[in-house]
């Protein structure tokens, strides 16, 4: 059961990375997938959340109108696309799966990836 997430780096306050979080080990399907994002030395935060079939999603009111999430259970991935970048966007970004209820909290998550740093330069 892994998780790897990628796509993170430096980039510019306007940019518009895209973010991926692989799975292997399981039925991908079987579970939502989550992203969250924690800054230093701040907890964990919510950001965005995809249901087991991709047809519902749910966003943060930070990232709402910026952030777009999908999935594709064929290539058991799933890709946050990040737009309109702000500095305080900067964070490490995590995936994370569960077969739970309560998806915006960290706790409710079984498996998670080992995270990817987003930095935004103003």
């Known amino acids: 059961v892994q998780l790897q997430a990628s796509g993170g780096g430096l980039v510019q306050a306007g940019g518009s990375p895209r973010l991926s979080c692989a799975a292997s080990g399981r039925t991908f399907s079987n579970y939502a997938t989550g992203w969250f994002r924690q800054a230093p030395g701040k907890e964990r935060d919510f950001v965005a959340v995809?249901?087991?079939?991709?047809?519902?999603?749910v966003y943060a009111d930070s990232v709402k109108g910026r952030f777009t999430i999908s999935r594709d259970n064929a290539k058991n991935t799933v890709d946050p696309q990040m737009n309109s970048l702000k500095p305080e966007d900067t964070a490490v970004y995590y995936c994370?799966?569960?077969?739970?209820?309560?998806?915006?909290?960290?706790?409710?998550?079984?498996?998670w990836g080992q995270g990817t740093l987003v930095t935004v330069s103003s």
């Open positions: 995809i249901s087991r079939s991709g047809g519902t999603t």
């Open positions: 994370a799966e569960t077969t739970n209820s309560g998806l915006y909290y960290p706790g409710s998550y079984d498996y």
